[in-house]
């Protein structure tokens, strides 16, 4: 559900970043808005809770260009991890233009990352979305630990319908803007054809 602000020439996206509890969101998104020009960003904002912390801010991206003259801004989210959080989940997901689930790929991690990618779909559908429809990407986060899943198995796991993967260490920097590009650009790319 993008919003087009006709004043300022611009058109806001909204992307959510998904997955289970401590498997890099606010990592991801902590690293983009670090490396991200000052003029080019808001404010980072961090709605905490007594278990998990929820991360929004947004930015315009300077390479990705325009779309019929307008510039694109995009809003990053992320979601609680926890389970309990899950109505914060379902309003976060509302008005959502992309989707990135970041899989934690240690192995004592992967019923976490099956059972959040079964809850990012059943939010999805009770906000009136289907994530075989939505821009989605799938990043495989952690691969720098000794005890994790092989790519294949992870990918074969949790892959819904042949969406990009990106393998990542967050906490490096290493496949963050990889995601946020392919999320991004299946986003303008859906924008083009309204």
């Known amino acids: 559900m993008t919003f087009i602000n006709y004043a300022s020439r611009e058109i806001n996206c909204k992307i959510v970043y998904y997955g289970p509890g401590l498997c890099g969101k606010t990592t991801n998104l902590q690293y983009i808005y670090d490396s991200t020009a000052p003029q080019a960003k808001g404010k980072l904002i961090s709605l905490a809770t007594e278990t998990d912390r929820t991360l929004f801010f947004d930015f315009m991206p300077l390479e990705l260009g325009t779309v019929r003259g307008f510039k694109t801004r995009f809003h990053l989210y992320t979601v609680p991890g926890q389970v309990y959080y899950d109505a914060s989940r379902k309003l976060i997901l509302k008005g959502v233009?992309?989707?990135?689930?970041v899989a934690d790929s240690q192995e004592e991690r992967m019923d976490a990352n099956i059972e959040s990618l079964y809850n990012l779909e059943e939010n999805l559908k009770s906000q009136?979305?289907?994530?075989?429809?939505i821009p989605y990407v799938l990043?495989?986060?952690?691969?720098?630990?000794p005890n994790v899943i092989s790519v294949e198995e992870l990918t074969?796991?949790?892959?819904?319908?042949?969406?990009?993967?990106?393998?990542a260490i967050a906490s490096k920097g290493d496949g963050v803007f990889d995601t946020l590009k392919a999320v991004a650009k299946q986003v303008l790319t859906e924008l083009r054809k309204g």
Do not use: A
Request: glycine share 14%.
């Open 97 to 101: 233009d992309g989707v990135v689930f």
């Open 128 to 133: 009136g979305y289907d994530l075989l429809q």
């Open 139 to 145: 990043q495989l986060n952690k691969r720098d630990l």
């Open 156 to 167: 074969g796991e949790l892959n819904r319908k042949g969406e990009p993967v990106y393998e």
